[in-house]
């Protein structure tokens, strides 16, 4: 039977008609020799088909899985539809992952081939290659230092595309027959959750999964993104909150994704793009915030004098606004001239002038950080969700917005609380298991509902806020319960401070162990003029423990006294993603943290 493309609904058919119907207009922007140049939904397509051919030419069968790791550009999404087109599914991996990491996923997923960037993937691969028998080929595409290698296992990229494109010359219908073997249901890709505890577990997401989501998220989302809107791609794409807004959501609308140049580029890409909608995880919120205030304590005098100014009446008028509370003419025309005079330029030289909603996501945020962004009238929400649930549960939209909270439910989901609090969810992006892991799958579930992990309130006008982690919660030798996250998040409020973990489970009080932010450390140091011979000697210096101290103060101030820091330590490293310490979405792993560092811990209840 003759398969038409719309027939089923799957990744690839609804990638197809969108390319189809979009053709010339652009689908995403990179930068390269310093330039940004444009892709169209055209040369997308073409791209990933003939990859799709290539797939299927190399021995590819529908359902096998392909993995691909590599950072974000043009090349990963070419590939995931590739793969999607050839009937396989794709398995995205961590550029962080240790080749053990590699191992496991690429022997766990059984995948056929790979997908590998640069010099720095094919090493890890070379450490492992001969254990895995269900890899057939390895594909690269960024030459540097492998233009000598010759393994018959190894392809370029650029070949495999000029073979792909021979291949749709002859019979463009050969990834069409394909098709007929995808279902909606069947598993389209497996995410491994990067998990603060144990090797990560795969879930199967499905397009069914998938498009559940974006579909209701346009809904409940009153159209905050739409085919006119442009957005910036930095996130890890392995993670479904990138995969959701670099892949999903644009086959879906249509909008355009500009891929940012490295990790240490995001801020000058930003600026270039100037994007309409932003998305990122909380602790990139936090560092463009710290951003802006340093900035404006290097201006001139007077500049700082009205910045202040500016900010005391932005965040009065936010406040009452946020609050539903009226609004008197005075405070709205002290708002009106601070706007168009502090705080929008303020925006500009950001290059979030254009950005008419921003959606925070991954992690719990900081209710200061939120009031920050709307008092510069940038609306940053917040979403709730996971890979499991094919990132969305709940999502604030800009007319159903409560501080504090994660919104009302999708359109369609269903919560309820156990008798501990934890958030237990129905809805159909939910995924049907994890993938050869029958136990895990059956403690995912209980009497059909999927248990979040997470303790939640759910008040009277539906809105759900999440306390805390269930597994993170300290219970005090006193048998008080703390949310730590809470704690966490006023103390990341810093500028000067990166990380903290709270520490207390059956202890007299609480402590932390903070983590500086070395850039605003070592600005401070400079200012402040503070000798000093490598980082750690600095993490020890008596003016930078006063300084630390400070906002330890400010913040026993705010909570309540069992909630108070009574000790602190200050690390004199970073946390590493390579060390076991955090996952490669930046949360921290804190049975290692708890275990790694005992001897700190024991000092701080001496």
């Not at 708002?335 to 168009?340: C, D, L, V």
């Not at 932010?517 to 402040?528: L, Q, R």
Request: charged share 25%; hydrophobic share 40%; with cysteine.
């Amino acid at each position: 039977m003759e398969i038409k493309i719309g027939d089923i609904k799957s990744i690839p058919t609804t990638f197809m008609l969108t390319a189809k119907s979009r053709k010339d207009k652009i689908a995403m922007r990179h930068k390269k020799f310093g330039l940004w140049q444009e892709i169209t939904w055209s040369e997308y397509y073409h791209q990933s088909s003939f990859l799709a051919h290539s797939l299927i030419n190399l021995g590819v069968e529908s359902g096998d899985f392909v993995g691909i790791i590599g950072e974000n550009c043009p090349e990963w999404l070419y590939m995931d539809m590739g793969i999607q087109m050839a009937g396989a599914k794709t398995v995205g991996i961590y550029t962080t992952n240790s080749w053990q990491q590699l191992h496991y996923i690429m022997e766990h997923s059984e995948c056929k081939i790979l997908f590998a960037e640069n010099e720095e993937q094919i090493d890890k691969w070379l450490q492992i290659k001969g254990d895995l028998p269900n890899l057939k080929y390895v594909i690269y595409w960024e030459k540097k230092g492998l233009e000598k290698i010759s393994d018959p296992q190894l392809l370029l990229y650029e070949n495999v595309i000029k073979d792909g494109q021979l291949s749709f010359n002859e019979n463009p219908n050969l990834h069409i027959d394909r098709l007929g073997k995808v279902s909606p249901d069947d598993t389209a890709l497996l995410v491994y959750t990067s998990g603060t505890t144990g090797k990560p577990k795969a879930a199967m997401l499905s397009a069914k999964n998938i498009f559940w989501v974006t579909e209701n998220l346009k809904i409940n989302g009153e159209d905050l993104i739409s085919e006119n809107d442009q957005t910036m791609s930095f996130l890890p794409l392995c993670h479904i909150f990138e995969r959701l807004f670099s892949v999903y959501l644009p086959i879906t609308l249509g909008y355009v994704i500009c891929f940012a140049e490295s990790t240490d580029t995001i801020a000058q890409n930003i600026r270039e793009i100037r994007p309409t909608v932003g998305y990122g995880v909380p602790r990139v919120w936090e560092k463009f915030q710290s951003s802006m205030i340093l900035k404006m304590q290097e201006a001139p005098r007077l500049n700082q004098f009205l910045f202040k100014k500016a900010v005391n009446s932005g965040y009065n008028f936010t406040t009452k606004k946020l609050a539903n509370e009226p609004i008197s003419l005075m405070l709205r025309a002290k708002r009106f001239i601070a706007y168009w005079t502090i705080l929008y330029p303020l925006k500009y030289m950001m290059g979030m002038n254009r950005m008419s909603v921003a959606l925070s996501g991954a992690a719990p945020i900081s209710r200061e950080v939120l009031k920050f962004y709307h008092m510069l009238g940038i609306p940053l929400i917040e979403g709730y969700g996971m890979t499991e649930t094919s990132a969305i549960i709940s999502v604030s939209t800009l007319k159903d917005f409560k501080l504090g909270t994660v919104g009302k439910l999708m359109e369609g989901a269903e919560i309820k609380l156990a008798e501990d609090g934890e958030i237990l969810v129905k809805h159909p992006g939910v995924i049907k298991g994890y993938y050869k892991n029958q136990v895990a799958t059956s403690e995912l579930f209980r009497d059909g509902w999927m248990c979040t992990g997470d303790v939640g309130i759910l008040d009277e006008d539906g809105y759900l806020q999440i306390v805390d982690r269930k597994k993170d919660l300290i219970i005090t030798a006193g048998g008080k319960n703390i949310a730590p996250q809470k704690i966490e998040n006023i103390l990341k409020s810093s500028v000067y401070i990166n990380d903290a973990i709270v520490i207390g489970d059956m202890r007299k009080y609480l402590t932390a162990i903070i983590i500086l932010d070395e850039e605003n450390i070592f600005k401070f140091a400079s200012d402040k003029k503070i000798q000093y011979s490598t980082y750690s000697d600095l993490t020890n210096h008596p003016e930078i423990r006063t300084l630390i101290e400070k906002y330890v103060s400010d913040l026993n101030k705010v909570v309540s006294r069992v909630e108070n820091i009574r000790k602190f330590t200050i690390l004199d490293k970073r946390l590493y993603i390579e060390d076991g310490e955090v996952t490669p979405t930046m949360k921290v792993k804190r049975s290692f943290i708890n275990s790694q560092y005992q001897d700190l811990i024991k000092k701080m209840y001496i």
